[in-house]
């Protein structure tokens, strides 16, 4: 799938955010507590201030997260960059909102074109993070992304790299979503942890790997979310979900709990410059 496609996804009016964020909670509050993100990111504050690049920055939701943990007098300015207009400009609205963030420059563009969006001598940042966002992005094109990222950090600045590993619940679903070839044009596969390794091998890159492991849950009587979690999960409004997926849905019900369990395995990849 392309930028393309998520940019058409995730500017939808319609996307009920909300009921969504419910659901993948979890992975952002795990990230926010179990990562000493104070510790790492005091030592690179010049003037108790974080240079940040937030790739595919989407709605803000992580930072939510993150500025609860932060109890210091840190100020971290966000420069972001999503291919979603409505997202950019709601990322816009929530920065302002908490207590560590300020907004930086905002950049609409793809991923895949950073090495031709931004100038290296012109940027460098401490923190670079592209949480959740390596996933609708051309696999082909990520060497080049990723070696100009490393180049955009500042000295002892840090990529983070938060991303879905091969055996996630997300995964599983969207390769059955693409293995059945419901559209016409050709289904690419989502970017995943196992794909960066690869790149970062390749570019001998120094990193280190922290992995989180949770379940999305949702009531079985909880019908309609279960729906758009579906949906959200393949970027497809058109499929009738649960008939879709009925071969494989009872895998991921617990009878006890009453509840549907998709496990993920989400990584956080550290990498330095
Ligand atoms: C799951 S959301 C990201 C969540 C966000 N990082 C956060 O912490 O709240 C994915 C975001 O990446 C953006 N995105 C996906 N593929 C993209 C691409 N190829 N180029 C630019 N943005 C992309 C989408 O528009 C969306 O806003």
């Known amino acids: 799938m392309t930028g393309q496609t998520a940019k058409s996804y995730y ?4 996307w009920d955010v909300k009921s969504w964020v419910d659901v993948i909670a979890i992975e952002y509050k795990k990230l926010s507590t179990k990562y000493p993100f104070k510790k790492v990111f005091q030592p690179l504050a010049t003037d108790n201030t ?3 690049l937030d790739v595919g920055c989407g709605t803000a939701i992580f930072p939510g997260y993150l500025d ?3 109890d210091s007098e840190l100020k971290i300015v966000s420069d972001l960059l999503d291919i979603s207009e409505a997202s950019l400009k709601e990322a816009s609205t929530v920065l302002t909102q908490l207590t560590h963030f300020e907004v930086g420059k905002v950049h609409q563009g793809l991923i895949e074109e950073i090495p031709g969006i931004f100038n290296l001598s012109d940027e460098s940042y401490d923190i ?5 966002s390596f996933t609708t992005v051309d696999i082909d094109r990520m060497p080049k992304v990723y070696s100009h990222l490393i180049k955009m950090l500042a ?3 840090l990529l983070l790299v938060y991303q879905l590993a091969r055996e996630s619940t997300y995964q599983v679903l969207h390769r059955y979503y693409r293995s059945k070839q419901v559209k016409s044009d050709k289904l690419t596969a989502y970017m995943e942890f ?3 390794i690869q ?3 390749q570019l001998a890159a120094r990193y280190s790997v922290q992995s989180f492991n949770f379940s999305h849950k ?3 009587s909880r019908t309609d979310l279960l729906k758009k979690y579906l949906k959200k999960v393949i970027l497809d409004d058109q499929v009738e979900v649960l008939e879709f997926f009925s071969p494989i849905l009872p895998k991921f019900y617990v009878p006890k709990e009453k509840q549907y369990r998709f496990p993920q395995t989400v990584n956080l990849l550290t990498i330095k410059k």
């Open 194 to 196: 196992e794909d960066s």
């Open 218 to 220: 949702i009531e079985e």
């Open 199 to 201: 790149i970062l091998d």
């Open 68 to 70: 609860r943990v932060l």
């Open 155 to 157: 000295k002892d600045g």
């Open 128 to 132: 670079i993070w592209a949480i959740h």
């Open 50 to 52: 974080i240079r940040l």
């Open 11 to 14: 500017d939808q009016e319609a």
